[in-house]
């Protein structure tokens, strides 16, 4: 009994020493996530330092404009005002009219709330039946009163 005594509790100050390595290696853990995103973040902002310093001290050269020899520069004839006849602009066209819209289909009727159709249901109920219509009896049904007896 004093060895089951004995080796539980040495069993539980195992599980508490495990606990506490477990918390201990949580804690160290969490701690190193933090760092990493500090060292994250202060690389982002130094990368950006850098580039907004390179944008400022880069200069922006003009480009050089084409040089063109004089020797292969053509010039244009010289035109009169005379020569060439003034040209009248051609007119537009006109604007196609727009189509007329297509007219939207009516809203579909709402349906009715469970209130709504218990009250027409309770209102059903609370009316009277209709009435029989009137049983409708032929003429040649009944025989006139002064009419022969059937013969049989």
């Not at 080796?7 to 020493?17: G, I, T, V």
């Not at 477990?22 to 500090?38: C, F, G, M, N, S």
């Not at 027409?120 to 219509?133: F, G, Q, S, Y």
């Amino acid at each position: 009994m004093k060895r089951l005594k004995a080796a539980a509790a040495q069993a539980a100050a195992r599980a508490a020493a495990a606990k506490d390595k477990v918390r201990a290696a949580k804690a160290e853990l969490k701690q190193a996530r933090k760092l990493l995103k500090a060292e994250k973040k202060a690389a982002k902002q130094a990368r950006r330092k850098v580039e907004a310093a390179a944008a400022a001290a880069a200069p922006v050269r003009p480009k050089p404009a084409d040089q063109v020899q004089p020797s292969v520069r053509k010039r244009a004839p010289a035109k009169s005002a005379r020569s060439a006849p003034r040209r009248t602009p051609k007119p537009r066209a006109a604007p196609k009219p727009r189509a007329a819209p297509k007219p939207r289909a009516g809203k579909a009727p709402a349906m009715r709330t469970a209130a709504q159709v218990a009250k027409t249901v309770i209102e059903r109920l609370h009316r009277p039946p209709p009435l029989a219509p009137a049983p409708i009896i032929a003429a040649d049904a009944v025989p006139p009163a002064n009419a022969d007896p059937p013969e049989a």
